[in-house]
């Protein structure tokens, strides 16, 4: 009875030593009397006890891996303190295990000194825009010697750059005179375009008033030009009707001549034109010329009269 629960215990223990179950995304490597035999997939595997063991556990996960902050010197020997992560992954699992002792140390410590590296071939100011050709040369490099570890690096990214602290006083100091000069720059360009535009604006001003000016100017002339026309072609119509009126006038006076009775109207017409014109001679003026005969008014009307008959219509 004894020897049968022994047997029992025995063949459990077997069973229980040789059941393996290999979680998802891992791999168990496997030695059979201290060389290399398998690697467990994951799932269920089956092993021979004590004769069989379990040598390594890698994960095939992505994993990131803190690099230690390290002083670097740049290429004009500033010392730079740089602080990153490495992300790589294990892909194949043997080589992880036998191709170096500790494959996490070798990355790191290959890592530190290619950045050491990389960075002493850089000055100060380059360091901090050519991060991304830093991560890249760094993964470069790794990745080409991990080969032989079985392990993939995937990226390195660079957390911090602090260089000493009074680089970074004349660093701030740079970039305030800087900013001060393209602050200056932009002032002066917008002075500089506010005095083109004030340029342009009196140019254009000045443009239009003269446009102006002259168009007044020609509109004015033109107005006076039409405005003489106007008054010559009336003055020539006032002349034509004053011609009317007077042949109209002298022909009704030579008509009346011709009637009965005519002449002797016309002397008393003359005779008193005489005598309202002698009158307004005495008013406006202070000396007078007087004619000789100035009682004689009826030869004055007779010497008058004959000057008319002189001019007037002939009779036939």
């Given amino acids: 009875m004894e020897i049968a629960i022994i047997l029992l215990v025995a063949v459990i223990v077997f069973v229980i030593k040789s059941v393996k179950v290999v979680p998802q995304q891992h791999a168990w490597i496997v030695e059979r009397l201290g060389r290399y035999h398998a690697t467990l997939v994951p799932g269920l595997n089956l092993i021979i006890p004590f004769v069989d063991r379990i040598a390594y556990r890698h994960s095939l996960k992505e994993v990131p ?44 410590q290959l890592a530190q000194t290619t950045l050491r590296s990389v960075i002493g071939r850089m000055e100060l100011d380059k360091t901090f825009e050519e991060r991304e050709g830093i991560n890249h040369a760094v993964v470069a490099a790794l990745d080409e010697a991990a080969v032989s570890w079985g392990v993939k690096v995937l990226r390195y990214e660079i957390k911090d750059l602090v260089p000493p602290q009074d680089i970074l006083h004349s660093m701030q100091r740079q970039i305030t005179a800087e900013r001060e000069k393209r602050a200056r720059i932009a002032e002066s360009e917008g002075r500089k375009t506010e005095q083109i535009n004030l340029a342009s604006g009196a140019r254009e001003a000045a443009i239009q008033e003269s446009e102006g000016q002259m168009q007044a100017t020609i509109n004015q002339s033109e107005g006076e030009r039409q405005a003489s026309v106007n008054r010559a072609q009336g003055q020539a119509e006032a002349m034509k009707l004053m011609a009317a009126a007077t042949s109209s006038a002298i022909a009704t006076v030579a008509e009346a001549l011709r009637r009965e009775g005519g002449m002797e109207a016309a002397g008393l017409k003359v005779a ?45």
Avoid at 84 to 108: E, H, M, Q, R, W
Avoid at 309 to 315: A, D, E, L, V
């Fill in 65 to 108: 891996l803190d690099v230690p902050s390290q002083v670097c010197i740049t290429r004009d020997n500033t010392q730079l303190t740089v602080d990153g992560i490495l992300y790589f992954l294990v892909t194949d699992p043997k080589l992880a295990s036998y191709g170096t002792s500790n494959y996490i140390v070798a990355i790191s």
């Fill in 272 to 316: 008193e034109q005489y005598v309202t014109a002698f009158g307004q001679l005495a008013k406006e003026n202070n000396t007078l010329i007087l004619p000789a005969n100035v009682s004689d008014i009826g030869s004055l009307v007779a010497s008058a009269m004959s000057v008319v008959k002189n001019t007037g219509p002939r009779q036939n």
